[in-house]
């Protein structure tokens, strides 16, 4: 038999004492896995098209609404679809969780147009996507959205709920959420509170149908909240290799810079669309949905939520109401800045634990029975 030997592991821990300080051993992991297994990600055609093609049948869009839906294939039975923000794309959004949720399942991402914008088109795509999975694949989704993308959510759901309808969930995330207009730009103030609604109110206030002075401004302001994270290189080359950096920024600015002056004006109108939380309070609307839900607010979600967030202080106090299956948590760090708005490129590691939790108590079915 031979003797039992140590020199594999000691070369491994000595691998890891060679690397630098500034990269923790789960991100030198993680990037490890990435050369192993890049991304995959390819666009999504439906196999289910019922609802959009009913949309765009009665002219209420036009197929340059569509949203792109990009899939990568995972190894579990419970898909993911992803509804990101304002910007960047949700693919960039979950740039650096897209390996946890691929152990869970498929991964779908829906990157919304950059020409135009269609609340009812985007809402019959997730309908369509939704039943995709139920009829084609027997699996039940967790919906995950960040932001804007929640109000996307609030608004699917409060469609289903006031049509008698009740979409198969596994479960639903909401990070940051904006479900109204009055989140980020106050009705009553003067002057907006957040760098974010300061970008948002000339579309508010816009009579004119002149976008070119809005979105060269909103491209700004955008650009500056990006850049003043990208600026912190410590904290990023911590999280991501150089090349991973590049593509990042890369997109993330082509993707400010692409969105055209009609695309913005459609994104803000459908924010401006969706019905604040407190306005449907009511048993005939609620709740939306009884599968297992996820609530996160930030640290310091006050740099870009106004103060007085109807969607905030309504989930806040009353979120049973909504998703009696739900709870809030208030993602904070210990060490470093304060947790920002849907940080989830630099803040990942705050945000994961609470998501990894709800993604593992869905797998032994404890949700339900905690709630």
């Known amino acids: 038999m031979p003797a039992l030997s140590f020199a594999p592991v000691l070369s491994f821990l000595a691998a890891f004492q060679r690397v630098s300080s500034g990269r923790p051993l789960r991100t030198l992991l993680r990037t490890t896995g990435e050369r192993w297994h890049p991304s995959h ?43 990101g923000g304002f910007v960047p ?27 135009g914008f269609s609340l009812d088109l985007l809402c019959a795509q997730l309908d369509d996507l939704v039943s995709e999975l139920a009829l084609h694949h027997r ?26 309808q009740n979409p198969a969930l596994a479960g639903v995330v909401l990070v940051s959420p904006v479900a109204c207009a009055a989140d980020l730009v106050s009705p009553t103030a003067a002057r907006p509170a957040t760098l974010l609604g300061r970008a948002l109110k000339p579309w508010f206030d816009s009579t004119t149908g002149d976008d070119e002075g809005p979105v060269v401004k909103s491209r700004t302001i955008f650009a500056r909240m990006f850049e003043a994270g990208a600026a912190n290189k410590a904290a990023l080359h911590a999280l991501m290799t150089p090349d991973e950096l590049r593509h990042l920024h890369g997109t993330v600015m082509a993707t400010i810079r692409g969105i055209t002056p009609a695309g913005a004006r459609e994104r803000v109108q459908a924010l401006r669309r969706l019905t604040a ?22 640290d310091k979600e006050e740099a870009v939520l106004d103060p007085g967030s109807p969607t905030r202080f309504t989930l806040e106090t009353a979120h049973r109401a909504y998703f009696p299956a739900g709870r809030v948590q208030r993602i904070a760090t210990p060490f470093g800045p304060p947790v920002q708005h849907a940080s989830l490129i630099f803040h990942v590691f705050d945000f994961l634990p609470a998501i990894s939790a709800f993604y593992q108590r869905l797998k032994t079915g404890k949700l339900k029975a905690a709630a």
């Open 277 to 298: 939380p407190p306005d449907y309070f009511s048993p005939a609307r609620l709740p939306l949905t009884e599968a297992p839900a996820l609530i996160l607010f930030a």
């Open 139 to 164: 699996q039940v989704p967790v919906i995950f959205s960040v932001s804007f993308g929640s109000g996307l959510l609030l608004e699917w759901l409060g469609r289903a709920r006031r049509a008698g």
């Open 89 to 115: 794309d949700s693919t960039e959004q979950v740039f650096l969780l897209r390996r946890f949720f691929l152990r869970s399942g498929d991964l779908y991402c829906l990157n919304y147009p950059r020409h």
């Open 41 to 83: 990600a390819r666009p999504h055609a439906p196999a289910v098209r019922t609802a959009q093609e009913r949309v765009l049948a009665a002219g209420a869009a036009g197929p340059h609404q569509l949203a792109a839906v990009w899939r990568e294939a995972g190894r579990g039975a419970v898909p993911t679809i992803v509804l």
